[in-house]
């Protein structure tokens, strides 16, 4: 089994988490909600443990990297495009863990965009006409 990580993998996956958090992100747009940074962390650590521990045996370490990594990638760029994300909390990094909008919108994007890496989606259409047959 080829599970070399490929430039189609990366669409995949990045087009399941735009997807994911283009609504949750518009409609927060402008008005960003900030929960405590030691929290923020806590509760995504159990988060990305839970989705590894639920599909490390679908897919390789790589490819899970790959795919939060990429979630949290598109999460940041339409996050600043809707104004959620400041350019002082991307360079600094650990103020995300307090921005509750970035939060809930990678905790949404990063199953969503393993899932389409997975199955092979490259849209929401895709992941309808796989149901139908």
Do not use: C
């Not at 988490?17 to 992100?25: I, W």
């Not at 989705?51 to 990638?73: C, M, N, P, Q, T």
């Amino acid at each position: 089994m080829n599970d070399h990580y490929t430039f189609n993998d990366l669409y995949q996956g990045g087009s399941g988490s735009v997807a994911a958090v283009a609504v949750f992100l518009g409609i927060r747009a402008f008005d960003p909600f900030y929960v405590p940074t030691w929290a923020g962390f806590f509760l995504t650590l159990i988060i990305v443990g839970g989705l590894y521990k639920y599909f490390r045996a679908k897919v390789s370490d790589e490819r899970f990297i790959y795919d939060v990594g990429i979630a949290v990638a598109v999460t940041v760029i339409i996050g600043w495009l809707f104004g959620l994300i400041s350019p002082e909390e991307v360079t600094a990094v650990v103020p995300l863990f307090g921005n509750g909008a970035f939060l809930v919108a990678v905790w949404i994007a990063a199953p969503v965009s393993i899932v389409f890496d997975l199955m092979n989606l490259e849209s929401i259409g895709g992941r309808t006409l796989v149901q139908r047959h």
